[in-house]
T-cell receptor, first 114, second 113 residues
Framework: QQQVKQSPQSLIVQKGGISIINCAYE??????FPWYQQFPGKGPALLIA???DVSEKKEGRFTISFNKSAKQFSLHIMDSQPGDSATYFC?????????????WGLGTSLGVNP | DAGVIQSPRHEVTEMGQEVTLRCKPI?????LFWYRQTMMRGLELLIY????????DSGMPEDRFSAKMPNASFSTLKIQPSEPRDSAVYFC???????????FGPGTRLLVL
């Protein structure tokens, strides 16, 4: 059962454009929502994360928008650059006790054309 | 800090052989995670440890897979016997108790012929 559904599977945008990746979750107990970025041949690395007490978080060109009622969150990459070409994963977890299990989306392969 | 260290980086073996993957977490981190990544199934959590104790091994596919963490600076993931369907990239990650961020190693690319 896929508890975090990510879309689209792949995305191609032009340099300078906006990249948008969406995720939907089912478990209302989730309270931590990170996005990880993975370049070919490397392990994933944390890009940005949000908790449900805020609706938006921005770090440079990267913004997470969070809609608690719809159980959805999305990653927006403004002014997309060729160097942003990577696979992006959303995830969610319920941070109770020593629980650190992240439930992962299946990933979005982003290509940014120069 | 050197980050999470995994060895070997690449492993090619024949079906039926034993495979051992190794991981050294970031010093001071007390959570350690083993993941498997394939095109079909994405990133799957196999098992994770807290203070060297396995917390959740529900992702371990079958008895052929086993993981140990004998001390805070070393963990192994063993596959015995290996099968072609085990071919994947295996990642180790670690985190500090006070933060959720997981730091991934470079991965071990396993090919079982």
């Amino acid at each position: 059962q896929q508890q975090v559904k990510q879309s689209p599977q792949s995305l191609i945008v032009q340099k300078g454009g906006i990249s948008i990746i969406n995720c939907a979750y089912e478990n209302t107990a989730f309270d931590y929502f990170p996005w990880y970025q993975q370049f070919p041949g490397k392990g994933p690395a944390l890009l940005i994360a949000i908790r449900p007490d805020v609706s938006e978080k921005k770090e440079g060109r990267f913004t997470i928008s969070f809609n608690k009622s719809a159980k959805q969150f999305s990653l927006h990459i403004m002014d997309s650059q060729p160097g942003d070409s990577a696979t992006y994963f959303c995830a969610a977890s319920r941070g109770a006790g020593n629980n650190r299990k992240l439930i992962w989306g299946l990933g979005t392969s982003l290509g940014v054309n120069p | 800090d050197a980050g999470v260290i995994q060895s070997p980086r690449h492993e090619v073996t024949e079906m039926g052989q034993e495979v051992t993957l190794r991981c050294k977490p970031i010093s001071g981190h007390d959570y350690l995670f083993w993941y498997r990544q394939t095109m079909m199934r994405g990133l799957e959590l196999l098992i994770y440890f807290n203070n060297n104790v396995p917390i959740d091994d529900s992702g371990m596919p079958e008895d052929r897979f086993s993981a140990k963490m004998p001390n805070a600076s070393f963990s192994t993931l063993k596959i015995q016997p290996s099968e072609p369907r085990d071919s994947a990239v295996y990642f180790c990650a670690s985190s500090f108790a006070g933060k959720e961020t997981q730091y991934f190693g470079p991965g071990t690319r396993l090919l079982v012929l």
